[in-house]
């Protein structure tokens, strides 16, 4: 593989209007994979441009309208009305396939899971899409700091502006998780129906980010139907990935299930039931 052609590949990738937000370190990764099977670079271009597709472009239906939708936001979050931030929240969630299948459930989805749990007032998001629009449902402790990670530079800049009319701290970061996992010692980590999508790009990386993220709590997750609908057998392929995944770990595990989702809990010190 020759190098001025990765170059050339990444320009093209992140000069097209569908990827030019897109980390740039996930598109350096990824054609660097496609490059080396011997594509050539019009070839490799595509296949890249593919797989971005298949790991975050498929979720979103719409091109995001975050001017719109913020806007939106701070006229609930200025109104002080609860009611109206979280409708403006659903309404939101809705343009992203992964938040929007989560929508029927979230009265109970926070509530079911973290019940228990000591105060969380620090949470890791990791490939986090939309889902920080979920904040008013979550039990969190005050003061909070939120922490979310994604592909894409817009959608978290965007993030970054609705953070705090969610009434929490912290920041959201664009960055290729598979190479850089967040390390900061947090309370709560989110890792939502992320690891097929990762593990498409490196198959490591599940094992990767369970072992590295620091959280004394963190919530799993897979789908149960694929984005074209029902699959057979799915949530009992990624059950099984997932205990392949804590085979051997001293954590304490508790499992979900929710249409759509199959969740799990683990607790990682594994000193403490859950
Ligand atoms: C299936 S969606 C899950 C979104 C969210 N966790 C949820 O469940 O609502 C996968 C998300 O991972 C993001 N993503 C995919 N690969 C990534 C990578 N290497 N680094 C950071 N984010 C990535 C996509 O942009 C997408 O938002």
Same mark, same amino acid.
Request: no cysteine.
């Given at each position: 593989m020759e190098a001025h052609q990765l170059e050339q590949l990444i320009e093209a990738v992140l000069t097209s209007s569908k990827y030019k937000s897109a980390s740039s370190d996930l598109v350096r990764y990824i054609g660097t994979q496609e490059l080396a099977k011997g594509h050539n670079l019009k070839e490799a271009i595509k296949a890249t441009k593919n797989k971005l597709h298949q790991v975050g #472009?498929?979720?979103?239906? *719409?091109?995001?309208r975050y001017t719109a939708w913020l806007d939106k936001l701070r006229q609930a979050s200025q109104a002080g009305n609860s009611n109206q931030l979280r409708d403006v929240c659903k309404w939101i969630m809705q343009y992203h396939s992964s938040t929007r299948e989560r929508l029927p459930v979230l009265e109970q989805f926070y509530s079911t899971i973290l019940a #228990?749990?000591?105060? *969380?007032n620090s949470v890791i998001d990791v490939a986090c899409g939309l889902h920080p629009l979920a904040i008013p449902w979550m039990p969190l402790a005050e003061p909070t700091t939120y922490y979310a990670y994604d592909m894409y530079q817009d959608m978290t800049d965007f993030l970054n502006e609705c953070l705090p009319l969610l009434h929490v701290q912290g920041y959201a970061q664009a960055c290729d998780v598979i190479h850089h996992c967040p390390t900061q010692k947090v309370d709560l980590a989110f890792l939502l129906k992320a690891i097929p999508c990762l593990e498409q790009v490196d198959k490591s990386a599940g094992l990767r980010l369970l072992e590295t993220i620091n959280a004394d709590y963190l919530v799993v997750s897979f789908p149960t139907h694929s984005l074209g609908g029902n699959r057979k057998g799915m949530a009992a392929n990624y059950e099984a990935r997932f205990y392949e995944l804590v085979d051997g770990k001293p954590w304490s595990i508790r499992r979900f299930l929710f249409p759509g989702e199959l969740v799990f809990l683990i607790r990682k010190e594994g000193a403490e039931i859950i």
């Open positions: #472009g498929a979720y979103q239906d *719409i091109t995001p #228990g749990l000591p105060p *969380i």
